[in-house]
Structure formats: structure tokens, C-alpha cells
T-cell receptor
């Protein structure tokens, strides 16, 4: 039972254009969402996060949007650069209601940015 | 800060053998997580510890899998006996309270 779904296994974009990676979740108790980036032979690294009290969070070229009613979030990268080519994982957790710090991850989306 | 250190980086073993994966978390972090990455299932949480105590092991696939954390600076994940379907990349991550995880570089396990 996948509680966090990334339905696009891969995405290819041209350098300089926008990359949009999508993520859906089914567990309405999730209230904190994160994106991780993973290069080959390395562990995932934290990229950006958003709390359920917000609908947008921006950090440089990276923006995460959250639509709670649709249980959907997206990561926008503008402009995309070849160094952004990596696997991107969407993750979610429940921050409230006690100590539950475990993250539930999606399967990941492989982003390829072509020069 | 050396980050989360996992060993070995690669492990190739024969079916039926015992495999032990090791993890050294970041000093001061009080949570430690073991994840497994496969193409089919993505990143799955196997087990996590808080202050060296196992909190949730519901993701451990079978009794063949066991994990220990004897002290704050060391954890092991053991598979005995190993099977080809255990082939995956195993990640260890640590965190302080509810802050973000720091992952190790992973151990790529191949069981032949």
C-alpha cells in the first residue's frame, strides 16, 4: 500500500526550462512533506520541505507547492541545470500527535536535464 | 563531521550466508533508521531506533532480518540466511529529534 506515490518514473527536460515533479499521498494524517535528491552511489540528501500550514515554499531555484485538498504536491525547478539530473524522492510524515519521526517515501522520479 | 558512515559499500554473498551491514550515525543524533531501496518498492523503512531502543520494526520483512543498536554510535542490520530477493541498496540514516534525516552512502547487497 503506497501512501506516497510518484507516478512518473522518469522526466526529461532541456537545460534552462522548468522541471515539474509530482507527488500524491493518501494518508490525511501526513502534515509535513519533504523532497530528497539522490545521485548515483550516494545517499539521498535533503532538498526542500513544506508544512501543511503552508501552500508554497521557495528556496532559490526550487519551489514546492502543496494542495492539501487534492493531497498533491509538486517540486518546481527553474531554471533546470544539467547538475540537477538525479533521482528525486518525495517523502511525508506526521509531525503532530506524538513522537512519530519516520518518513514514508515515494519510489522516486529520475530527472534528466539535457544540455 | 564525517556524516553517517556505512560499511561495507558493496557486499556480494552466496545464498544462505549471513550478512551484516554496519552503520555509524552522526554524533548527537538520537534517531537511527534503516531503509532498503529497490526498483519495485522504492525506499522502504525497515526499522528505527530512538536512543538505541527499537521503536518500530514493522517494516522488517521476515525473521531472517534483525537489527541492533548496542550504543549510540553503532548499529547493525543482519540477514541470516540471505536470499537473492534480499538484493538491494540498504541505507542507514540518522536525525536529531524531528529534524531532517542525514543518509549514509548505502550498502549495495547482491545475493547470488
Amino acid at each position: 500500500d503506497q501512501q506516497v506515490k510518484q507516478n512518473s518514473p522518469s522526466l526529461s527536460v532541456q537545460e534552462g526550462r522548468i522541471s515539474i515533479l509530482n507527488c500524491d499521498y493518501t494518508n490525511s494524517m501526513f502534515d509535513y512533506f519533504l523532497w530528497y535528491k539522490k545521485y548515483p552511489a550516494e545517499g539521498p540528501t535533503f532538498l526542500i520541505s513544506i508544512s501543511s500550514i503552508k501552500d508554497k515554499n521557495e528556496d532559490g531555484r526550487f519551489t514546492v507547492f502543496l494542495n492539501k485538498s487534492a493531497k498533491h504536491l509538486s517540486l518546481h525547478i527553474v531554471p533546470s541545470q544539467p547538475g540537477d539530473s538525479a533521482v528525486y524522492f518525495c517523502a511525508a510524515k506526521r509531525n503532530s500527535g506524538g513522537s512519530n519521526y519516520k518518513l514514508t517515501f515515494g519510489k522516486g522520479t529520475l530527472l534528466t536535464v539535457n544540455p | 563531521d564525517a556524516g553517517v558512515i556505512q560499511s561495507p559499500r558493496h557486499e556480494v554473498t552466496e545464498m544462505g550466508q549471513e550478512v551484516t551491514l554496519r552503520c555509524k550515525p552522526i554524533s548527537g543524533h538520537d534517531y537511527l533508521f534503516w531503509y532498503r531501496q529497490t526498483m519495485m518498492r522504492g525506499l522502504e523503512l525497515l526499522i528505527y531506533f530512538n536512543n538505541n531502543v527499537p521503536i518500530d520494526d514493522s517494516g522488517m520483512p521476515e525473521d531472517r532480518f534483525s537489527a541492533k543498536m548496542p550504543n549510540a554510535s553503532f548499529s547493525t542490520l543482519k540477514i541470516q540466511p540471505s536470499e537473492p530477493r534480499d538484493s538491494a541498496v540498504y541505507f542507514c540514516a540518522s536525525s536529531f529529534a524531528h529534524y531532517g534525516y542525514t543518509f549514509g552512502s548505502g550498502t549495495r547487497l547482491t545475493v547470488v
